[in-house]
């Protein structure tokens, strides 16, 4: 890793690998590679103000692999003054336009208990996290965003909009393969946001 990406000794010691900003296809295909076969955090940096107080987001979707995104932050890179926004982009709800029941009749009782259960499952979400703030005695809260079509694009733009120095964020553990066709949120928040990212892996 040395020879091409120039990683910090130390850093890497740690479990934590830092590279340049890198965009390119091939880049972001091996930096997949690296989140995997090492199981290490891999810190790209781009530039950013983080002097004083700073606003850190961190990413969750409701697995444990957000659950370590959290862990991460707080053992490795939490400062007295930070702001932590924990950011939850919900994906676009599909609703049938049919009941399964009865095919002439509008589904009322099926989107009511879709809807109940989104609800549901994003407050529990707030109040796990807003324990684990309070917990660790963190300054934060938490937020979530509807996506108009994608999550990555609402991450990159909450981001903005809140003015974030830091991203940390899970990896959901996609193979190599898939995350190189289908690609994932995280290579989207590496490619479009002008700050610091940190991949945590599974």
């Known amino acids: 890793l040395n020879n091409r990406w120039k990683t910090n000794k130390s850093e890497s010691s740690s479990g934590v690998i830092t590279f340049p900003l ?9 930096l997949a590679f690296v989140c995997q076969r090492y199981c290490c955090s891999v810190c790209v940096y781009k530039m950013a103000d983080t002097e004083g107080k700073r606003n850190i987001m961190i990413a969750v979707d409701g697995s444990e692999h957000s659950e370590k995104a959290f862990d991460w932050y707080k053992e490795h890179i939490a400062k007295d003054g930070d702001f932590v926004i924990i950011m939850h982009a919900l994906e676009p709800i599909s609703l049938p336009s049919l009941s399964l029941a009865s095919p002439a009749s509008f589904p009322a009782d099926q989107w009511h208990s879709i809807l109940k259960n989104r609800a549901d499952t994003l407050a529990d979400l707030e109040k ?3 324990s684990k703030l309070y917990t660790n005695k963190i300054s934060g809260k938490f937020l979530h965003k509807c996506a108009v079509k994608d999550v ?14 830091y ?13 190189t066709v289908l690609g994932s949120v ?10 610091p990212v940190t991949v945590v892996p599974k």
């Open 128 to 130: 796990k996290y807003e």
């Open 152 to 165: 990555g694009p609402t991450i990159c733009q909450e981001a903005k909009d809140s003015n974030v120095a």
């Open 186 to 195: 995280s290579d989207y928040v590496l490619r479009h946001v002008n700050l």
């Open 22 to 30: 890198c965009t390119d296809f091939h880049s972001l295909v091996f």
């Open 167 to 179: 991203i940390v964020m899970g990896c959901r553990g996609l193979g190599l393969v898939r995350r």
